[in-house]
């Protein structure tokens, strides 16, 4: 199946600072998430961006299809952007999807104040 | 968006039982997921489940173990049967909006975290 790699693991940052997440997956997608869990648990979509570039806010995010990789920015991080990050891709191959959407391992960011 | 709504959205359950998790959505959908996320880990599916059909499993999962029910397009039932301390996890329902505005996103219910004593 397709394998998905995010990174950093782990990211620690002051209040205000900007960051990028990135997410390499394996083959061609045709389906690609952002989500963000919250201490609480709860995942929120973030963005659905198979391809190009899309802003919501204060995050934003790019993925490169033919390069296999997608970015996730913060700027002007706020102690409630906290939490885990999960990139989910589905493949893509012959002109259908295949396979279940994968999660990446997740990158674990805390903002201090 | 669509909102799923979890019950319960914790737990503390006796080794050995079985607890049911309900997902209800408020509009109808044709395809909803259960995920299984393991403490300090990653989420992983463990079926899909189509209204009027089968539960479809992932490999590691069985229907004896997770029996998942789908009455109709709003609710659906996955229960965690003979529970061990491995079952603690959060397990999470979610759903796919197949409008073609938003493309194939899913979306998440709270989760319901259980832990097995």
């Known amino acids: 199946g397709i394998q998905v790699e995010q990174s950093p693991p782990d990211l620690i940052l002051q209040e205000g600072a900007n960051s990028t997440l990135r997410c390499n997956f394996s083959?061609?997608?045709?389906?690609l998430q952002w989500f963000h869990q919250n201490p609480w648990g709860q995942l929120i979509n973030l963005f659905y961006i198979p391809s190009g570039t899309k802003q919501n806010g204060r995050l934003s995010a790019t993925t490169v299809a033919t390069e296999r990789y997608s970015l996730l920015y913060i700027s002007s991080s706020q102690t409630t952007d906290s939490g885990v990050y999960f990139c989910a891709v589905k493949g893509y191959a012959g002109g259908t999807s295949y396979g279940k959407l994968t999660f990446g391992q997740g990158t674990i960011l805390t903002v201090h104040p | 968006s669509a909102v799923i709504s979890q019950k319960p959205s914790r737990d503390i359950c006796q080794r050995g039982t079985s607890l049911t998790i309900q997902c209800q959505v408020d509009?109808?959908?044709?395809?909803m997921f259960w995920y299984r996320q393991q403490p300090g880990q990653s989420l992983t599916l463990i079926a899909t489940?189509?209204?009027?059909?089968?539960?479809?499993?992932e490999s590691g999962f069985v229907i004896d173990k997770f029996p998942i029910s789908r009455p109709n397009l709003t609710f659906s039932t996955l229960t965690v049967s003979n529970m061990s301390p491995e079952d603690s996890s959060i397990y999470l329902c979610s759903v796919s909006l197949d409008r073609t505005s938003s493309g194939n996103t899913i979306y998440f219910g709270e989760g319901s975290w259980l832990t097995v004593v």
């Open positions: 509009s109808q959908v044709t395809m």
């Open positions: 083959d061609s997608v045709n389906n």
């Open positions: 489940a189509n209204q009027g059909s089968e539960a479809t499993y």
